[in-house]
């Protein structure tokens, strides 16, 4: 367990300086940056370890390894982020540890959300993930709403009770006019998230960039950033 914090200790230092030089060469002051860390496929040991050298917000993207890592992660001091593709019948185990569901992406599952939020008493913040792959409101290669349905989406998580709309997400794409072309990418989200903003003044949060691309995403303007690969090591192929 030591070699395994030492390990991730000089990882989030890397990482962390990474951040740091991208914020002075944007000029912007490192703590407009939070630094979500992608926990998925590795055990509650190392969100423990985490934990313990200051990281607040964690992030998972299937439900299946989550909800027990959550609970067994229940007393320290942690936002969850569920960041995956969401189905509908997860929704009632998600909205139970979760507190920014940063993948929302079609009506149906604003009212799953809502419904279940209310059903357990909390308010769960929300993104709408933005597909930069995708046509008009169309769903993207890899979840998301593209940037025409936007504007729908957000009115209808800001009008649902149980939940808050808080902003945009968005991954890379890999296909269509933005791929290869993250920095680019990211601008875009940006004038989406300034347009969104005009209506929606507190939907101000941008969550884009992973270990690959952070420093892309800073330049650009990010909130949030979520890194996996750069903090936990190379994830092992899920069977």
């Given amino acids: 367990m ?18 740091s030089t991208a914020c002075a060469k944007a000029g912007r002051n490192r703590d407009d940056v939070t630094l979500i860390v992608v926990t998925k496929t590795y055990p509650a040991s190392d969100v423990r370890i985490l934990a313990e050298l200051g990281i607040r917000h964690v992030a998972e993207n299937r439900d299946q390894d989550a909800a027990p890592k959550a609970a067994e992660c229940a007393d320290l001091p942690l936002t969850w982020h569920f960041v995956g593709q969401l189905q509908t019948n997860k929704v009632r185990s998600v909205t139970s540890y979760a507190d920014i569901v940063q993948s929302v992406d079609r009506t149906k599952l604003v009212t799953a959300l809502s419904k ?11 993104l709408i993930q933005v597909a930069l792959d995708a046509e008009s409101d169309a769903r993207g ?10 504007e729908a989406l957000a009115d209808a998580v800001a009008a649902a009770d149980g939940l808050r709309l808080r ?15 993250q920095r680019a990418a990211f ?19 941008v969550s884009a960039g992973m270990s690959s691309d ?15 690969t750069a903090v936990l090591g190379v994830r092992p192929r899920l069977g």
């Fill in 187 to 205: 601008d875009r989200l940006m004038e989406i998230s300034s347009g969104l903003r005009a209506a929606h003044p507190a939907a101000n949060m």
């Fill in 141 to 150: 290669d890899r979840g998301g709403v593209g940037p025409g349905g936007v």
């Fill in 2 to 19: 030591t070699d395994r914090r030492t390990e991730l200790a000089g990882n989030l230092a890397r990482v962390e300086d990474r951040i």
């Fill in 116 to 126: 279940e939020a209310v059903r357990a008493g909390r308010e769960l913040d929300c």
């Fill in 214 to 228: 952070l420093e892309d995403a800073v330049a650009a303007g990010a909130t949030h950033v979520r890194v996996g």
């Fill in 167 to 181: 902003g945009l997400m968005t991954v890379a794409p890999l296909a269509g006019v933005y791929a290869g072309r």
